[in-house]
């Protein structure tokens, strides 16, 4: 069982700039796919961002350019640095972990962090 904690959530004026991060309880050597996920009130998931155990990483649309995900292996921890920020960024953020690459790896969640994007 891997538990992940989320931090680094609050309200940011627009154009302003957030750091996420993903605590995992377990070594995140063994979490091969790691990720950044939101939901915005009355809409569904949506992903935002996959970092692998060899740094290759993916965006959304509207993630790119103005977000960067990244890994610390040594601090078993995943971050997402998001710049330049815009009212419908407003969501709960959520971090993403599976332990391995196979289509039976087991999935795991964070609780979430608010991310509000108001003047």
């Known amino acids: 069982q891997v538990q992940l904690v989320e931090s680094g959530g609050g309200l940011v004026q627009p154009g302003g700039s957030l750091r996420l991060t993903c605590a995992s309880s377990r070594t995140i050597l063994r979490l091969p796919n790691m990720g950044w996920y939101r939901q915005a009130p009355g809409k569904q998931r949506e992903w935002i961002a996959t970092?692998?155990?060899?740094?290759?990483?993916l965006y959304s649309d509207s993630a790119k350019g103005r977000f960067t995900i990244s890994r610390d292996n040594a601090q078993n921890t995943m971050s997402l640095q998001m710049n330049n920020l815009k009212p419908e960024d407003t969501a709960v953020y959520y971090c993403n972990a599976k332990d391995s690459l196979a289509s039976s790896a087991n999935t795991y969640w964070g609780q979430g962090t608010q991310v509000t994007v108001s003047s």
């Open positions: 970092i692998t155990q060899g740094d290759n990483t």
